[in-house]
């Protein structure tokens, strides 16, 4: 199965910003549509944003829109998420997530989780 190994999270000040990197390995992650969930204290995990397995399609929820950025590199099996203008808000545990396909991903069937990274923005 996938294995996810995230990187990049921890403490920024308001209106900064953070690079989430997460490293995948193992049968044909490149295939695989990857993806952020945000899960805020209270709140329900959310998709945050996903991008399919040839980069051509993304997803943004409506409160990421030009904030946030998702990218991959297949040859590094690695999946990022620039997150920029920070707010307190964007507060969260963020997960990252691999499956096989973009609806999948955006029904919530995922074939594999990372362990979770804290992102604090303070002011």
């Known amino acids: 199965q996938v294995q996810l190994v995230e990187s990049g999270g921890g403490l920024v000040q308001a209106g900064g910003s953070l690079r989430l990197s997460c490293a995948a390995s193992?049968?044909?992650?490149?295939?695989?549509?990857m993806g952020w969930f945000g899960q805020a204290p209270g709140k329900e995990r959310e998709l945050v944003a996903a991008?399919?397995?040839?980069?051509?399609?993304?997803y943004y929820a409506d409160s990421v829109k030009g904030q946030f950025t998702i990218s991959r590199d297949n040859a590094k099996n690695t999946v990022y998420l620039q997150m920029n203008s920070l707010k307190p808000e964007d507060t969260a545990v963020y997960y990252c997530?691999?499956?096989?396909?973009?609806?999948?991903?955006?029904?919530?069937?995922?074939?594999?989780w990372g362990q979770g990274t804290q992102v604090t923005v303070s002011s």
């Open positions: 193992g049968r044909t992650v490149s295939t695989y549509a």
């Open positions: 991008i399919s397995w040839n980069g051509a399609m993304t």
């Open positions: 997530a691999a499956t096989q396909t973009m609806g999948a991903m955006r029904s919530g069937y995922i074939g594999s």
